[in-house]
């Protein structure tokens, strides 16, 4: 984690060991469904029509995690595919779900601020990350220069997250039935520590690494960050829509995803960001 401050690592490591003991707990879980969900299932329709034809083109998913998503890209005649994630129980654990869907994914271990070095300098066409990665990540300058510095010209970086005005709301009330603002929704308060023995999927809880930090990032901050590292930003999408119920009472639209019922106001809970680097696009 090479310009990063010793306290940081620190924070960072302890994220590193939360996420590898959920690892055995996700892979475990209905929410992912390992090996019966069908991959594709994660992604909104918006996001393949973004991305365009992967036919040819070398892609690159940071912060993987069990690549359940991963293996989409793949299928959809990628050819190649790479996650990268910093959890080695989620590395090893991704290798076999790859093995046993019998499709080809290379795999890495590192945390995304050293992925190119740990990546050889390699450069690819497509870099897809998200579906909440960015609020591990306490810099998101450094963030987007590692994504220029790995994107070919002409390449695409797909930011697909949840939204802050998700981020902030939270469930009030004797019922839990209210919703309102109650954390950040703009960036800059530093590191929030968690400390919780359940992850956000069923199954058991977690009994040693059980704090994490988080960080968080508003809108403005991540475009000014991915603009800033040279790369110019083609289309910002927000939905109200969400691949997996966030809170009881919630419906499931026509397409499997989920959003909150009428007469509750529509706001975004989702946002799609496709920037690109300048030159020529790959052959």
């Known amino acids: 984690m090479t310009g990063l401050d010793a306290e940081t690592r620190r924070l960072m490591a302890v994220i590193e060991a939360n996420w590898d003991e959920r690892t055995p707990i996700h892979l475990a879980s209905r929410f992912y469904d390992v090996g ?4 594709q299932s994660w992604f909104a329709g918006y996001e393949w029509a973004d991305l365009g034809d992967l036919t040819g083109r070398d892609v690159l998913h940071l ?7 991963t293996i989409a890209f793949a299928r959809r005649g990628a050819r190649t595919v790479t996650g990268l994630d910093l959890s080695g129980a989620a590395v090893g654990a991704a290798r076999e779900i790859a093995a046993a869907a019998g ?3 290379e795999y890495v271990r590192a945390n995304v601020y050293d992925a190119v070095e740990a990546l050889g300098g390699r450069r690819f066409d497509v870099i897809y990350t998200g579906k909440g990665s960015l609020c591990y990540l306490p810099d998101l300058d450094r963030w987007a220069g590692v994504l220029t510095r790995l994107l070919r010209p002409g390449g695409r970086a797909y930011v697909v997250e949840f939204h802050p005005v998700l981020q902030s709301l939270g469930l009030v009330g004797a019922a839990d039935e209210a919703l309102e603002l109650r954390h950040d929704l703009i960036g800059g308060g530093g590191p929030v520590e968690r400390d919780a023995t359940r992850t956000y999927t069923d199954g058991p809880a977690l009994r040693q690494a059980t704090t994490s930090y988080e960080w968080a990032h508003g809108l403005g901050e991540v475009i000014t960050a991915v603009s800033g590292a040279g790369l110019t930003v083609r289309s910002l999408r927000e939905s109200d829509e969400l691949p997996w119920p966030r809170w009881a009472g919630m419906e499931q639209t026509p397409d499997g995803w989920w959003r909150l019922p009428a007469p509750a106001p529509r706001v975004p809970l989702f946002y799609a960001l496709l920037a690109t680097r300048e030159g020529a696009p790959p052959g």
């Open 63 to 69: 912060q993987s995690h069990l690549g359940t998503e």
């Open 103 to 105: 499709v080809e994914i």
């Open 36 to 39: 019966r969900r069908e991959p």
